[in-house]
Protein backbone atom coordinates (compact mmCIF):
# COMPACT_ATOMS: atom_id res chain seq x y z
CA UNK A 1 0.00 0.00 0.00
CA UNK A 2 1.31 3.76 -0.84
CA UNK A 3 1.20 6.31 1.47
CA UNK A 4 -1.94 7.91 -0.22
CA UNK A 5 -3.69 4.63 0.10
CA UNK A 6 -3.03 4.36 3.42
CA UNK A 7 -3.81 7.82 3.99
CA UNK A 8 -7.67 7.55 2.14
CA UNK A 9 -7.87 4.33 4.20
CA UNK A 10 -7.35 6.26 7.66
CA UNK A 11 -9.14 9.60 6.99
CA UNK A 12 -12.18 8.45 5.04
CA UNK A 13 -12.24 5.32 6.75
CA UNK A 14 -12.04 7.14 10.33
CA UNK A 15 -15.00 9.29 8.80
CA UNK A 16 -17.54 6.81 7.89
CA UNK A 17 -16.98 5.31 11.43
CA UNK A 18 -17.24 8.28 12.99
CA UNK A 19 -20.41 9.53 10.88
CA UNK A 20 -22.25 6.30 11.85
CA UNK A 21 -21.63 5.91 15.61
CA UNK A 22 -22.43 9.87 15.54
CA UNK A 23 -25.95 9.37 13.73
CA UNK A 24 -26.72 6.04 15.47
CA UNK A 25 -26.04 8.62 19.20
CA UNK A 26 -28.21 11.16 17.33
CA UNK A 27 -30.94 8.72 16.71
CA UNK A 28 -30.68 7.69 20.47
CA UNK A 29 -30.61 10.59 21.96
CA UNK A 30 -33.49 11.61 19.58
CA UNK A 31 -35.66 9.26 20.89
CA UNK A 32 -34.89 9.08 24.55
CA UNK A 33 -33.63 12.31 25.72
CA UNK A 34 -34.46 15.06 23.18
CA UNK A 35 -38.33 15.42 24.62
CA UNK A 36 -37.43 15.77 28.21
CA UNK A 37 -34.58 17.97 28.15
CA UNK A 38 -36.80 20.26 25.18
CA UNK A 39 -39.34 20.25 27.61
CA UNK A 40 -37.25 21.55 30.73
CA UNK A 41 -35.77 24.19 28.12
CA UNK A 42 -38.64 25.50 25.72
CA UNK A 43 -41.84 24.85 28.61
CA UNK A 44 -42.76 22.60 26.16
CA UNK A 45 -41.80 19.66 24.16
CA UNK A 46 -40.93 21.35 20.66
CA UNK A 47 -40.41 18.61 17.62
CA UNK A 48 -39.32 20.61 15.12
CA UNK A 49 -38.04 17.21 13.41
CA UNK A 50 -34.86 15.04 13.73
CA UNK A 51 -32.33 17.68 11.75
CA UNK A 52 -33.73 20.31 13.72
CA UNK A 53 -33.25 18.59 17.09
CA UNK A 54 -29.92 17.16 16.07
CA UNK A 55 -28.49 20.65 15.79
CA UNK A 56 -29.13 21.16 19.23
CA UNK A 57 -27.21 18.24 20.39
CA UNK A 58 -23.83 20.03 20.07
CA UNK A 59 -25.46 22.84 21.76
CA UNK A 60 -26.39 21.27 24.71
CA UNK A 61 -23.26 18.96 25.18
CA UNK A 62 -21.07 21.90 24.78
CA UNK A 63 -23.58 23.17 27.78
CA UNK A 64 -22.76 19.98 29.67
CA UNK A 65 -18.84 20.73 28.89
CA UNK A 66 -18.92 24.31 29.77
CA UNK A 67 -20.96 25.13 32.98
CA UNK A 68 -20.14 29.24 32.39
CA UNK A 69 -21.67 28.87 29.10
CA UNK A 70 -24.79 26.85 30.59
CA UNK A 71 -25.23 29.75 32.57
CA UNK A 72 -24.79 32.56 30.56
CA UNK A 73 -27.95 30.96 28.75
CA UNK A 74 -29.55 30.63 31.64
CA UNK A 75 -29.74 26.95 31.02
CA UNK A 76 -27.36 25.49 34.21
CA UNK A 77 -30.25 23.72 35.94
CA UNK A 78 -31.22 21.81 33.16
CA UNK A 79 -27.73 20.16 32.55
CA UNK A 80 -26.57 20.01 36.08
CA UNK A 81 -29.43 18.06 36.89
CA UNK A 82 -29.06 15.27 34.02
CA UNK A 83 -28.02 12.13 34.32
CA UNK A 84 -24.72 10.92 33.60
CA UNK A 85 -25.51 8.74 30.66
CA UNK A 86 -27.52 11.16 28.71
CA UNK A 87 -24.29 14.02 30.08
CA UNK A 88 -22.35 11.20 27.96
CA UNK A 89 -24.53 11.41 25.14
CA UNK A 90 -24.28 14.39 24.67
CA UNK A 91 -20.73 15.15 24.75
CA UNK A 92 -20.21 12.23 23.06
CA UNK A 93 -22.17 13.78 20.15
CA UNK A 94 -19.98 17.08 20.22
CA UNK A 95 -16.38 15.47 20.31
CA UNK A 96 -17.88 12.95 17.55
CA UNK A 97 -18.96 15.75 15.13
CA UNK A 98 -15.69 18.29 16.00
CA UNK A 99 -13.49 14.53 15.21
CA UNK A 100 -15.34 14.09 11.99
CA UNK A 101 -14.33 17.42 10.86
CA UNK A 102 -11.19 17.09 11.69
CA UNK A 103 -10.79 13.67 9.86
CA UNK A 104 -12.60 15.85 6.84
CA UNK A 105 -10.30 18.38 6.36
CA UNK A 106 -7.41 16.30 7.44
CA UNK A 107 -8.58 14.13 4.42
CA UNK A 108 -9.06 16.69 1.86
CA UNK A 109 -5.68 18.07 3.07
CA UNK A 110 -3.38 15.02 2.52
CA UNK A 111 -5.46 14.01 -0.70
CA UNK A 112 -2.59 13.85 -3.15
CA UNK A 113 -4.60 15.60 -6.16
CA UNK A 114 -6.01 18.49 -4.21
CA UNK A 115 -5.97 21.94 -5.25
Known amino acids: MTIDQISILFFGGGFLLVFLLVLVNAIYIYRKYYPGISKNIDGE ?67 PARG
Open 45 to 111: TFDGGFLFAASRFMHWGHFCISHRRAEKFGVEKVFSGLSGRARFHLIFHWVGVLLGMVLLLGGWYFM
